[in-house]
Structure formats: C-alpha cells, structure tokens
C-alpha cells in the first residue's frame, strides 16, 4: 500500500475539512477570546459535522435519495443545540447570539459541502465582522445598549 493511501479520505476532500477547520477557526477564536460558548473546538465539530452529513448523502443512491431531507435535518438537530446554549436570567435571555452563530455555522459546512469553499471563508470573515461589531457598538453607544441590551449589560457587570 502507497503511502498516500493512508491519507486518502476519499471520496471526501482535505481541502474541503481544512476550509471547515479555517472557518470554524475564524469564528471561533472570535467567540472563544471573548469568553462566549462556541469556541474554536466546538464550531469546528459543528462545520465538519454538518459537512461530512451533506457530503455522504450527495454520495447516497437511490430513487428515495434526497439530500435537501439531510438539510432540513441537520438544521433541526442544530436548533436542538443552539436551544441548548441559551437561558433565562433576571428576565434577560442570554445566549441567543451564540445559538445563531451555531446556527450560521452549520449553514457555513452545506456552503463547503457544495463545493463553496471560498465563499464559506468569505462569509466566516462576515459573521466575525457582525459578532465583533455589534458588541462594539453596544458597548460605546446608547442606541445599541437599550431596551433588552441593558439588562444583559447589566447581568455581565454582576457575573464579574
């Protein structure tokens, strides 16, 4: 055996997973050096997880084939983990943020099973933009810091 039958994956693609690897990198640094749920370990299971169902049901034959069903369930299973991260306290929801960048997340592995991979890194630089930048402009303007934005600001300066 050849030694680069070891490394074959087929008929998965290595630049497909490291694109995963890097756009679960991208966002999951940003989330992970803030202190927020959905690291750098878990965004990448949940790219490569979302990737690797897509991928195997492209592969799957038959008149009953139908990957858009893998997709649908995929999401479904997502919606289970975002509801997972997100909870009530002192009448503010917390975690909704992190429960869409899940949810973004598994939409970023069907953009890389499809074959988008540039894309996919594109949009990940996309969702740092929109994570970083709204924190940004709650923190330094009273637009962005009303209503139910107070009271998570307000339940951050208690938890420190």
Known sequence: MAISEYFSIEPYSWPAIG???FCASIIGLERQLRGKPVGIRTSALIILGTYLFLSTAFLLEGS??????VVGQVITGIGFLGAGVMLAKDGAVVGVTSAATIWVLAAIGVMISTGHLSEA???SFVVVAILWG???LEENTRAFSRGVHSKVQNYKAKRK
């Open 121 to 123: 890194v594109k949009l």
């Open 134 to 136: 709204v924190d940004w």
């Open 19 to 21: 694109t995963a690897i």
């Open 64 to 69: 009953v084939v139908d990957p858009s069903r």
